[in-house]
Nanobody
């Protein structure tokens, strides 16, 4: 059974930085694509970033380009999301997700394409 566990969220002031972590356990050789989504109160879950487990094919959501960076450490079975210059509108629960397929750019934002989800980590940006 695949499990994804996020960590690293918290309360941060505007302009600050955070690095979110997602650690996978179980048959992770099943993964081709790993990614991050976020959901603000009252909003739909939004695509943030993704990459192939191999480290290629990196994609970012339109609203986060330039401030967010996704990376992974295969030895630790972990994926990271570095967030810089945080803004109050970045406040959300951030979810890690993984897909069994090598998702293309056309479907990378499609939530049903991801078979595995973590429970999320809360990020609050406030002074």
């Amino acid at each position: 059974q695949v499990q994804l566990v996020e960590s690293g969220g918290g309360l941060v002031q505007p302009g600050g930085s955070l690095r979110l972590s997602c650690t996978a356990s179980g048959p992770i050789f099943d993964f081709y694509t790993v990614g991050w989504f976020r959901q603000a109160p009252g909003e739909e879950r939004e695509f943030v970033a993704s990459m192939r487990w191999s480290g290629t094919n990196t994609y970012y959501g339109d609203s986060v380009t330039g401030r967010f960076s996704i990376s992974r450490d295969n030895a630790k079975n972990s994926v990271y999301l570095q967030i810089n210059s945080l803004k109050p509108e970045d406040t959300a629960v951030y979810y890690c997700a993984a897909a069994q397929d090598p998702l293309s750019r056309k479907v990378i934002k499609s939530k049903p394409r991801y078979q595995y989800w973590g429970r999320g980590t809360q990020v609050t940006v406030s002074s």
